[in-house]
Every structure is written in C-alpha cells, then in structure tokens.
C-alpha cells in the first residue's frame, strides 16, 4: 500500500534560518508526491506538486522540495523561514493502486521563532 | 472569489441523531473530497467523487454517505452519528486529485 512518513512531529527554527520538513515515502512505482500547509483555523492549501522532470520542485511562498528516489525522500525546503511560515505541513502521496485519490501523511508542525 | 464552504462550522450533536455537512463549490471542478482530521492520524479520505452520480469509497467511508446530485454539491451525511466520529472534516474539490482546494473545515462532536 501507498504511503507517507512524516518522522518529525515537530520542527522548530529560528527566523531567517533554512528550513527542512522531511518526507519519505513508500510506493510502488513512480510517485507522484505533494505537500500542503495548513493554517490555524483554515483548510489545506496546496503548497507544490513532483510529478516528473526536475527532482528540485518549486512552489509557493517561497518553499521547495527535492525528489530523492534512492532515499525514497521528498523533503520540503525554504532558505530562509518567516514567522509567518509557523504552520502545520503534510505531505501526500498519489495512491496508485486506486489512482485517484491522495494518501496524508500524519503532518509536521513548523515554529518559527524571532 | 473562488472557494470550498462548509456548513455548519461547528456542530455539537448526540448519538443516533441524523445530520448533513454540506460542501458547495464554485469552481466548476469535478473532483471532489472528504476528509476527517484527528490528531496524529493526519487526514483520512471519506469518499471522494470524480463527477456528478460517481463516487467512490476512501480509507474510512463506514459511518458515513455522500451524494453528488449536482457538480457543485458535496453533503456528507452520518445516517448514526456515535462518539467516534467526533472530529475534523474538511470537504474538499479540484479540477483532479492533484491540486485540491479545501474547505475551513466543520469540527463535528457527538456526545
């Protein structure tokens, strides 16, 4: 079965420091993988997408991820985190046996602190 | 403005008692989604529908019904409610199951 790990539960970092939530992830065949943030009190927003092509994906507000087949890693990155980037981010995964569907995984908290 | 809404926000109800999240969409997608969130589980897909009259089950559909009548409706109706489906729910659409835009959510408790 399709799955995602998120192993921490909780990353903490201060302003203006680069930023790394990690991702792995367990499919058969090719994945198409996902992250989305999470505001308090609001819905998930779709944050970037890997599909195929280059393995550094870039999305919004400044966030990007690397595609690591061999480590089977798609961790999410920015260079330099803003308090306003204090969210909860989860990654996802196409399941592929059913092919139409996303699979969550459990989610990381990100605090950045000034 | 483009947007998911869910109603009601907030909903506290007993056990056995009938009720209906509605899900509304102005998007003109065809894909459509619910999810419950609950602490260290992440979200869970419910049901989800490709287009008007399919839909299909998710990793956790017992408890619960949907319908797709119309594009831009979603309901998620719990026939009997009980305690365990105390939680988070967040209905959700796209133009596929790439990029979905979600809704703010209905945090439903049963007592």
């Known amino acids: 079965a399709q799955s995602v790990a998120q192993p921490e539960d909780q990353v903490n970092v201060a302003e203006g420091n680069p930023l790394t939530v990690k991702c792995t992830y367990s499919?058969?065949?090719?994945?198409?993988l996902f992250w989305y943030v999470q505001y308090p009190n609001r819905g998930l927003q779709f944050l970037l997408k890997?599909?195929?092509?280059?393995?550094l994906v870039k999305g919004s507000y400044g966030f990007e991820a690397e595609f690591n087949k061999s480590q089977t890693s798609f961790h999410l990155k920015k260079p330099s985190a803003l308090v306003s980037d204090s969210a909860l981010y989860f990654c996802?995964?196409?399941?592929?046996?059913?092919?139409?569907?996303?699979?969550f995984g459990a989610g990381t908290i990100l605090r950045v602190k000034s | 403005e483009a947007q998911v809404t869910q109603n009601p926000r907030y909903l506290i109800t007993v056990t056995g008692k009938k009720l209906t999240v509605t899900c509304s969409q102005n998007?003109?997608?065809?894909?459509m989604s619910w999810y419950r969130q609950d602490p260290g589980l992440g979200l869970r897909q419910i049901y989800y529908s490709m287009n008007v009259e399919v839909t299909d089950k998710g990793d956790v559909p017992e408890g619960y019904k949907v319908s797709r009548k119309e594009k831009r409706n979603f309901p998620l109706i719990l026939e009997s409610p009980s305690p365990n489906q105390t939680s988070l729910y967040f209905c959700a659409s796209g133009l596929t199951y790439n990029e979905q835009f979600f809704g703010p959510g209905t945090r439903l408790t049963v007592l």
């Open positions: 890997y599909i195929t092509g280059d393995n």
């Open positions: 998007m003109n997608h065809e894909y």
């Open positions: 996802a995964v196409r399941d592929m046996e059913y092919g139409n569907k996303l699979v």
């Open positions: 499919v058969s065949g090719n994945p198409y």
